[in-house]
C-alpha cells in the first residue's frame, strides 16, 4: 500500500537550516506530483510546496519563497524540503502528500514537527 | 490570490443530523476543489476532489456539491467518527499552487 514517512524534523534556532525528507512506497514515485502542506500548533492547513513528477517544476507558497526549496530523488523514491533562514512562524507539523488525481492530495504522510526556537 | 472562505467556523450537531459545510472563494476557480476531513494528531484525508467525486473507500454519506465561488460539503447522517475538522481546498490554474480554507469544525452538540 502507499507509505509516505516523513523525517528529519526537530528543534532549530532561528536562522538556521533543516532538511526533511519523505520515504514514499507502494506506487511508481516518479510518476507523481508531490507537495509539502504544514499545520502549525492548533492552526488550519498551510500548502507550501509543489515538484512535478520530474522535477522540473516547482511552485512555492509566498510565505516560504526564497528560504525553501523542495526537490526530489527518483532514482531514492525520497521528497526533500530543504529549509532555509528559519523563523518562528515555520514551526509546524509538515506532510509530504501525493497529487493522484489533479488538484487533490490523496495519500498524506504522517507528519514531522519542525520547532524554530531560541 | 484565490482566498477560501469556510462558513461555519464550527458547527454544534448531535449524531443523525445533517451536516452543510460551506466553501466561498473570492474569485471562480477550476473544477479542482477538495475537501478533507482531519482529526486529532491525524493527518488529512481526503473526501472529495472535482468539487463533488468521493474519494476511494469515502461513505456514500459524505457528498460534495458547487461551482464557480461556491462549494458545499454534505453529510446526511453524521456518525459518531466523523467529528472532525474539514478543510477545503481548491488549485489555481496558473501558477499551479494550492490553497486550504480554514476550516469548519463540527463537534457534537
Known amino acids: 500500500q502507499v507509505q509516505l514517512v516523513e523525517s528529519g524534523g526537530g528543534v532549530v534556532q532561528p536562522g538556521r537550516s533543516l532538511r526533511l525528507s519523505c520515504a514514499a512506497s507502494g506506487f511508481s514515485f516518479s510518476s507523481y506530483a508531490m507537495h509539502w502542506v504544514r499545520q502549525a500548533p492548533g492552526k488550519g492547513l498551510e500548502w507550501v510546496a509543489v515538484?512535478?513528477?520530474?522535477?522540473?517544476?516547482?511552485y512555492y507558497a509566498d510565505s516560504v519563497k526564497g528560504r525553501f526549496t523542495i526537490s526530489r530523488d527518483n532514482s531514492k523514491n525520497t521528497l526533500y524540503l530543504q529549509m532555509n533562514s528559519l523563523r518562528g512562524e515555520d514551526t509546524a507539523v509538515y506532510y509530504c502528500a501525493r497529487e493522484l488525481r489533479p488538484g487533490s492530495l490523496e495519500d498524506w504522510g504522517q507528519g514531522t514537527l519542525v520547532t524554530v526556537s531560541s | 490570490e484565490i482566498v477560501l472562505t469556510q462558513s461555519p467556523a464550527t458547527l454544534s450537531l448531535s449524531p443523525g443530523e445533517r451536516a452543510t459545510l460551506s466553501c466561498r472563494a473570492s474569485?471562480?476557480?477550476?473544477?479542482?476543489l477538495a475537501w478533507y476531513q482531519q482529526k486529532p494528531g491525524q493527518a488529512p484525508r481526503l473526501l472529495i476532489y472535482d468539487a463533488s467525486n468521493r474519494a476511494t473507500g469515502i461513505p456514500a454519506r459524505f457528498s460534495g456539491s458547487g461551482s464557480g465561488t461556491d462549494f458545499t460539503l454534505t453529510i446526511s447522517s453524521l456518525e459518531p467518527e466523523d467529528f472532525a475538522v474539514y478543510y477545503c481546498?481548491?488549485?489555481?490554474?496558473?501558477?499551479?499552487?494550492?490553497?486550504f480554507g480554514p476550516g469548519t469544525k463540527v463537534d457534537i452538540k
Open positions: 515538484i512535478s513528477h520530474d522535477g522540473i517544476n516547482k
Open positions: 474569485q471562480s476557480v477550476s473544477s479542482y
Open positions: 481546498q481548491q488549485r489555481s490554474n496558473w501558477p499551479p499552487v494550492f490553497t
